[in-house]
């Protein structure tokens, strides 16, 4: 008989008054009786949704079931069978959007938190010991993965429990992608990434570093180094800007430079190389993930920070959680409201951003009201620094140049919903093939890409 409970159990968290000013998680996770109430919620529907609204196909229900049982053992058997990361996906899956959207217990109330569960299930595995590393043995073909974000270390996994040999060629020196150099410690810890890609070692996939490809060797290079198949999974790490005066003054960051100097480069620690980012009051453009990541590190490094969105709290594209947890946190949100140039001192410096106010108009293109300037409405606030987090477009480095590579009007890497390019051996998936999107899309892709670069190379025997 299932746990009919109309809400979901709910996680421990940090108090928001302790939590930014320090680092560490914000979610402290499940204990058994908590995931296992939780697990009873499932009422195992006969055709389960939940199953079709996962990109890498996990048998939610089997292991729910599992879970309910208190066989956690057996939970973390079927879930490391279809997802390679799974302490990662727990924890930053838009569930919302994916499985948990389609639970018919959210019908009526909560749907059940898959993710918690899920992120349960992995920790308590790591926690004894348990990895699911078991591979086919070798089969003596070799396939070269750009890219250790999550689509390249979905499908190099993939690729390694069918014997191939896998190289990941990774730009940075350090592997995991947005995972370890975007997402900040306080929602994923990097300690979680390190296990997970450990985990894909044992498997004897070989993780080569400080490889920027497009530089240090050409995607032609590998084909001729005997690698017989390349996946692009370079990710989109290319950020944009709004082209106001004052973008070129110190102080004024990229959101992505800003959070790879805290998160990649530990800006927040006394001892680090890059220097520490204690802002007085930060002005964060955009309203997305990025943005309230972005606008969550300045506050735990004390700054008085500040939303800047030119659209209302309804158009945010953020996850609610997030919006939810910034706002607990004390980030302050100056909605409808959007900046025409930025100023500096003498030794320029960001001093102020100036901005106007705007109102929403008719429905643009994207169906969202278009926010119209208010006239007369500009104002000037002192700010020693401006993050801008308005989207990422694909970094073509890697590609550009391949002969008989096709891109799309974007940039990015034309691949179908497989993987393959128009160059046959050539696969791409993740951000560097849609744009930025999300952790568990760009797990899908590089598990589907995995099982083309499969036939692909079997069909050539
Ligand atoms: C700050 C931030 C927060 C986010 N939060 C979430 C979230 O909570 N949930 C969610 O689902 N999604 C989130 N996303 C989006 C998500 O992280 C991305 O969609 C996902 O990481 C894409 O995976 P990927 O493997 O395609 O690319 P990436 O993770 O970008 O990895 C690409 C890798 O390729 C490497 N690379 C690039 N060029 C080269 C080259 N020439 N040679 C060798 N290597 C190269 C890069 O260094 C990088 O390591 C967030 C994104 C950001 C920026």
Known sequence: MANMQMTKTPMPEQEPNVRNANFKEVALGYTLEQAMNEAQRCIHCKNPACVSGCPVGIPIPDFLAKVAEGDIAAAYEILSNANALPAISGRVCPQENQCEGKCVRGVKGEPVSIGRVERFVADWAAEHGIANVATAPKNGHKVAVIGSGPAGLTCAGELARKGYEVSVFEAFHTPGGVLSYGIPEFRLPKAIVKREVANLEKMGVDIELNMVIGKVLTIT????????????GSGAGLPMF???????????????????????????KEDAATPILHNKKVAVVGGGNVAMDAARCAKRLGAEVHIVYRRSEAELPARAEEVHHAKEEGIIFDLLTNPISIEGDEKNHVQSITCVKMELGEPDASGRRRPVVIEGSEFKTEVDAVIMALGTQANKMSYSGTPGLEETRKGCVAADETGATSVPGIFAGGDAATGAATVILAMGAGKSAAKSIDEYIQSKK
């Not at 290079?221 to 692009?232: K, N, P, Q």
């Not at 102080?251 to 800006?267: C, D, F, H, P, Q």
Request: proline share 3%.
């Open 242 to 268: 709004m082209k106001i005066p004052g973008e070129s003054l110190v102080g004024v960051y990229s959101a992505n430079e800003y959070l790879t100097r805290i998160n990649l480069m530990k800006a927040y």
């Open 221 to 232: 290079e590998l084909f001729e180094m005997g690698y017989e198949a390349v996946f692009i």
